[in-house]
């Protein structure tokens, strides 16, 4: 999968050459590469903000630089690839596991942070010219910009991609992958500070152990996030 990252604090991503998602680059199987919209730029001051057209607080990315980046990363090209440009914002359908799942299977992602109060509207109409275009929030609180949710963002995508995750068993019993809430785990020693494991995990009986785990994700999750569950659950 190719992954293009566009921002003005392109460093917010180094954490990207770490762990899982670095192993992934130095093999080949993520092609991530992070720009600095600032390189579109062609004035001495680099700029990349104006004010706003009909008043009000804050600034508003300004236009130019975002087309002449589209216009590298995502050339328009009648018949051929079109990648999914993905511009994270608090006003966006909001980021799920699915989310996630659906972005995985795309060949080449865009990701175009926002800083400021937004960027001019008139750059997504030009992106949808070039690929499917999704304004995807993190959540129902807001961000001083879109890196923290891309970073997020391509932690949770690219971990789906198939041979980042060593071990592909690993993702099924995750949180969310099955609509509930991960059960809890433990690790040696039996007893640790007077505090024992459930018994019924050192039994050996695996169906019992598989019962048990599910009621544990059903009762996690019936306490945690009720809206998880569908209403007959609840
Ligand atoms: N930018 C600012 N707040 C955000 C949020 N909640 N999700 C995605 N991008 C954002």
Redesign the pocket.
């Known amino acids: 999968m190719r992954i293009d990252v566009l921002s003005i604090f392109p460093s917010y991503f180094d954490g990207l050459t770490l762990s899982l998602l670095g192993r992934a680059r130095d093999s080949g199987i993520l092609d991530l590469s992070v720009h600095d919209l600032r390189d579109w730029t062609h004035d001495r001051h680099r700029t990349v903000d104006d004010t706003p057209y009909g008043g009000g607080a804050g600034m508003v990315m300004k236009p130019e630089p975002w087309g002449l980046a589209l216009d590298d990363l995502a050339p328009a090209s009648p018949g051929g690839a079109r990648p999914t440009i993905v511009f994270?914002?608090?006003a966006?359908e909001v980021?799920r596991q699915s989310t996630a799942r659906d972005l995985a299977t795309r060949e080449h992602l865009v990701f175009g942070c926002?800083r400021y109060e937004g960027i001019d509207e008139r750059v997504f109409e030009e992106a949808s010219t070039r690929g499917e275009v999704r304004l995807?929030?993190?959540?129902?609180?807001?961000?001083?910009?879109?890196e923290?949710?891309?970073m997020a963002m391509v932690e949770a995508i690219g971990r789906l991609i198939p041979g980042v995750v060593g071990n592909p068993e690993s993702l099924v019993e995750e949180s969310h992958e099955d609509g509930l809430l991960e059960y809890p785990s433990y690790t040696k020693p039996a007893v640790w500070r007077g505090r024992e494991v459930p018994p019924i995990l050192l039994s050996g009986n695996h169906g019992a152990i598989a019962a048990w785990r599910r009621e544990q994700q059903l009762e996690r999750t019936r306490r945690r996030r009720p809206d998880l569950l569908p209403d007959d659950e609840d």
């Open positions: 994270p914002s608090p966006g980021f926002g995807i929030s993190l959540g129902d609180y807001v961000l001083n910009g879109g923290v949710a891309v």
